[in-house]
């Protein structure tokens, strides 16, 4: 790779979930110490699998990877940091204040932005004490602070006294406030960021539209901010070897068709590509073959589907979640793994039978509601959260509460905190609350939803109040009632959408834990773009399909309680015949007896 020509002392890797950013990380961590440079790799994912890509047992300090002299490695906790760093706001006050003092400041310290901030107060000390790296000559990010952590932090007058004397609940400052005797430290840190002689930002994509928008959309984010010093890599970039193989050729044209469509804002930046890898991710020498390539060992096709029996297909869900006759069905999952087109799927499947369904998205492009509009039934009514007119509607109705008895200096300090991109995070969750309660008179299939974070801070009255309606007149119904309808497993239906890979895999039992510590079980877990179900002769693919079955192991045997799985298909699934394809792959496939590759077995993108 190009890339490695004069590489920064920092590097961050950064991008969706899914598109390779631990694999690219250690492999270029392994290649610079390789070339004798001291090297430090640090993960802050939650589920950050590291240890498994590096075969070493890593913790919270500096650990040395065995087979790679120069190379250390460490994991930052941001849930462990971001429980300290709420201690450490609320210890000193524990025999201060009576109980349900405590219990609110502790509420208040429980949200996403605070563990954002944690995580950026553990970044911030490895960049901004120098002292901490002198030993290394490269530092490594996996998992980089975001436009929307970075944004927290710039906010000039939240700094000052109003943090000291704001009482209108707002809702980044109770988080930002322990912040407050280090701003310096993240000032500087921010701007370290931004030097293009130090730092390099590594925007990671996969060869595919809503990878290369999501990355685009980072990429301004973080410009507006300064951060310009960026670089592009695309990551598993597939070249068919073998024309005889209608799958690998597809693929193929579905990246050049994607890449050829690459957004103007990413058009500017160095780029490198990376061709997908026929080895998984784990141990050194995969590694080591990402960057200086390698024989592939081609395993057959029966080695691969032996004793493997595969979950059914997407419509055998369909008959249960029509019994109750209303309710709601979330696609959750992080982006990328396909949540809008299995919420479409299911939604024209319920139309279909004849009841009355609301399909929502939150996706920029509503590519896949505006194909479903021209083929529309009568009974299916689709829509779209719009992050940006539901901030500026809930922001309106802060400013005339909350700010309402405010002098001019209040309000302008208020309005200030409104633009936090935790307001936006408020905002659409509110709107989400009240398409929830639509689901009392019809079936309403959302393919967005509350992360697990913001969901645990639900779990309490006053959190209702402070974090939702924000001392608005009143809590409303809808908001209220929110948590209850999630938890009433008839009334919702909770689908964990995931790839057959290593990190998609482990976000999504991530997702399932906080779910489950907020009261809400999963419903089933849908396994999307599988390779196993197909029959393949390219050597690539082969291994890929290889690789994937212990992570339909670990989904079927571990995670879920009720499986299914979609594979990739070779056209993507847009307008309503190709759905209703996806819908028709209702049973399991004993891969003893391999099938014979039918396009009835379909895919999703999203």
């Not at 410009?223 to 068919?240: C, D, M, W």
């Not at 890979?501 to 809400?520: F, K, M, N």
Request: hydrophobic share 40%.
């Amino acid at each position: 790779m190009d890339f490695f020509t004069q590489p920064t002392r920092i590097l961050f890797f950064t991008g969706k979930g899914g598109v390779g950013k631990t694999s690219l990380a250690c492999a270029t961590a392994v290649t610079l110490a390789d070339r004798g440079k001291r090297v430090l790799l640090v993960s802050t994912d939650p589920a950050s699998n590291l240890d498994e890509v590096l075969g070493v047992s890593l913790g919270h300090h500096p650990t040395a990877v065995p087979g790679v002299p120069g190379l250390s490695g460490m994991n930052l906790d941001p849930q462990a940091s971001a429980a300290e760093y709420r201690e450490k706001m609320v210890g000193p006050y524990r025999t201060l204040l009576p109980a349900t003092a405590i219990a609110s400041m502790e509420e208040q310290f429980s949200g996403s932005c605070t563990v954002e901030i944690a995580a950026f107060d553990e970044f911030s000390r490895l960049l901004g004490d120098r002292t901490r790296t002198a030993e290394f000559d490269h530092v490594i990010f996996d998992t980089a602070p975001t436009g929307h952590t970075l944004r927290l932090l710039t906010l000039p007058s939240a700094w000052s006294t109003f943090m000291a004397k704001n009482t209108t609940g707002t809702s980044c400052l109770g988080p930002l406030a322990g912040l407050q005797p280090q701003q310096q430290l993240y000032q500087d840190t921010v701007q370290s960021l931004s030097d293009a002689s130090l730092t390099t930002l590594i925007l990671v994509a996969r060869p595919e539209l809503t990878a290369l928008r999501e990355a685009a959309r980072t990429s301004g984010e973080l410009a507006a901010l300064g951060v310009r010093n960026q670089h592009l890599i695309v990551n598993g970039l597939f070249i068919a070897t073998e024309p005889r193989d209608p799958i690998a050729v597809a693929m193929q044209e579905r990246g050049e068709q994607a890449l050829a469509a690459i957004p103007a804002e990413l058009l500017s930046l160095p780029q490198t590509r990376v061709r997908l890898s026929a080895r998984g991710v784990s141990g050194l020498a995969s590694l080591r073959a990402m960057i200086s390539g390698g024989e592939i060992s081609t395993p057959s096709q029966d080695d691969i589907l032996a004793s493997l029996t595969l979950p059914p297909g997407l419509g055998s869900l369909i008959d249960d979640l029509a019994a109750p006759g209303h309710g709601v069905i979330l696609a959750m999952g992080k982006g990328g793994v396909g949540k809008t087109t299995v919420a479409a799927a299911i939604a024209i499947a319920l139309a279909e039978r004849g009841y009355r369904v609301h399909l929502s998205t939150t996706d920029p492009a509503a590519h896949i509601a505006a194909a479903i509009a021209e083929n529309a039934l009568p009974n299916l009514q689709v829509g779209r959260i719009d992050p940006r007119a539901e901030t500026l509607r809930y922001s309106a109705e802060v400013m005339s509460t909350a700010g309402g008895g405010l002098d001019e200096a209040g309000k302008s300090l208020l309005a200030e905190d409104l633009r936090s991109p935790c307001t936006e995070e408020i905002a659409v969750f509110r709107a989400f609350a009240q398409m929830v309660a639509e689901g009392e008179q019809c079936f309403v299939v959302l393919d967005t939803a509350p992360t697990g974070h913001t969901i645990l801070l639900l779990d309490s009255a006053l959190a209702y109040h402070r974090e939702v309606t924000r001392q608005t007149t009143a809590m409303p119904e809808p908001v209220a009632r929110l948590l209850p309808r999630l938890r009433d497993r008839q009334f919702s239906r909770v689908l964990i959408v995931t790839l057959p890979e290593a990190t998609p895999v482990h976000e999504a039992a991530q997702l399932q834990s906080d779910l489950r510590r907020a009261g809400i079980e999963p419903y089933a877990w849908v396994i999307n773009q599988s390779l196993s179900p197909l029959v393949l002769s390219d050597p690539v693919l082969l291994a890929k399909q290889r690789q994937e079955r212990q992570y339909l192991e670990e989904v079927v045997q571990q995670q879920a309680t009720r499986t299914v799985l979609i594979s990739w298909q070779q056209d993507p699934p847009v307008g309503r015949k190709a759905i209703d394809v996806l819908l028709q792959n209702s049973g399991g496939l004993d891969l003893g007896h391999p099938p014979s590759l039918n396009p009835v077995v379909i895919g999703v993108i999203e």
